[in-house]
């Protein structure tokens, strides 16, 4: 295992990386600030520790290193070890899961190269809540999703909150953002991609049905819980699609409304996710 470091002074420049996570003008994982990826918990930690992404420093209590000592051994990042108390100081609240990491992000992968290899893909609208990206991009992984692209007013899906949720599955399922929107969609094609949009309206065909339709490559399109797609992307898709639901019920979570489609494109699941040498990737 990495060699631990004990500390126990909560105003030591070392760690700098892991403070003030709950001040939002001065989060580390800001995109527009310094843009750090910080991974919670062993779970999430062990998969930040075998991704791509450059690990910084790591900082928690005793125990829980020991519970990742075999993810230490093939690191080369400082390894900070101090009390509850004084961690709960640094980063601005009690951590519960004991252990923090802190990576730098890759450049990221373009949409063209993410679609080279893919065959379902997700393209998201204004899904701009963290939990709901995090466990999209967990289902996305679940259901052998080749990748996720990002069109106008969606979150960042690095933000701690969403790597959390995602139980550390968005660092491994490869994103990237549109430069326009929705003309972006255009690039689908130009790929051999079908764009399903997923709504409630009645006139859309059954997702079930979906395959008759699109037989080969798809993408899922899909909006912002309440306001769903705008009628920009709608008029962009090749095809509407929605989930029978039985009456009174119109629409779903959407992460849950993803899950279900994404489960009826998984002709492919089993197999590993990611492939790209970029951020999101392993």
Known sequence: MADLIFLDDRDDPRLDDFRDLSTADRRPDRPGGRGLVIAEGTVVVARLLTSVYPVRALLGVERRFRELATELAEIDAPVYVTSADTMAAVVGFHLNRGVLAVADRPAAPTAERILDDAQTVAVLEGVGDHENLGALFRNAAALGVDGVLLGEGCSDPLYRRSVRVSMGHVLRVPFATFGSWPGGLDLLRERGFRVAALTPREDSVPLRSLRGHAPGKVALL???????????????????????MVSGVDSLNVATAAAVAFYELSGHVGKSVGGLDGPASR
Do not use: H, K, N
């Open 222 to 244: 899909l909006g912002a819980e309440g306001p769903g797609l705008s009628d920009q992307a709608l008029a962009a898709a090749d095809l509407a699609v929605r989930i029978p």
